[in-house]
């Protein structure tokens, strides 16, 4: 959970090293996946091995600063579509602990194509950064195949509507 925490991290960092011009909202296929996602930056790439739920995941990151805010889309392959419960599960938790946050506001969440689980969740959450500054969180947990998701966003306040191209935007092919 520890490396899940860094990578986490990461998306953390790129929101609090400064912002970008507007939104450039563009449509992004996620490789080896079968998912699209609209992104209103170009996203970057990176990758880290994480421990989830008993078992050692690539996990691999797209993200991107636009304005306030850091977008991004992390992903791996658990194998086998029976592990993805556990490991959205697991996930979620250490996303929440890592924001220092006891409370989160949270709706089912399957976007068309992904598998039927009672995990596949989009929450909101407030917590604090590194430097203990405020931050808002809206992320999505979700699987397909054996693939497992989590769609999420770091911002100072999110505003209504904001976020909705970027959650309305993952679809799978």
């Keep these: 959970m520890g490396r899940l925490l860094a990578t986490a991290a990461l998306a953390g960092a790129a929101f609090l090293c400064g912002c970008s011009p507007g939104l450039d909202w563009r449509d992004t296929r996620v490789e080896a996946t079968a998912l699209r996602a609209m992104f209103p930056c ?3 790439a990176d990758s880290h091995p994480v ?3 008993g078992r050692e995941l690539k996990l691999q990151a797209l993200v ?3 304005g306030a805010s850091t977008f991004a889309l992390l992903f791996a392959d658990v194998g086998s579509p029976a592990m993805a419960a556990p490991v959205l599960r697991e996930w979620k938790a250490a996303s929440l602990a890592r924001l220092h946050s006891d409370q989160a506001r949270e709706s089912h969440f399957v976007p ?3 598998l039927q689980l ?3 969740v989009q929450l909101m959450a407030s ?5 203990g500054s405020p931050v808002q969180m809206r992320a999505a947990y979700f699987a397909h195949g054996p693939h ?4 999420v966003i770091y911002t ?3 505003e209504p509507g904001f976020a909705d191209p970027f959650f309305d935007g993952l679809r799978f092919e």
């Design 64 to 66: 991107c600063r636009a």
């Design 51 to 53: 421990t989830l739920a």
């Design 156 to 158: 100072g306040q999110h």
């Design 148 to 151: 497992v998701f989590e769609a």
């Design 118 to 120: 009672s995990e596949s």
């Design 127 to 131: 917590g604090k950064r590194p430097d």
């Design 42 to 44: 170009k996203p970057q």
């Design 112 to 114: 068309a194509g992904a």
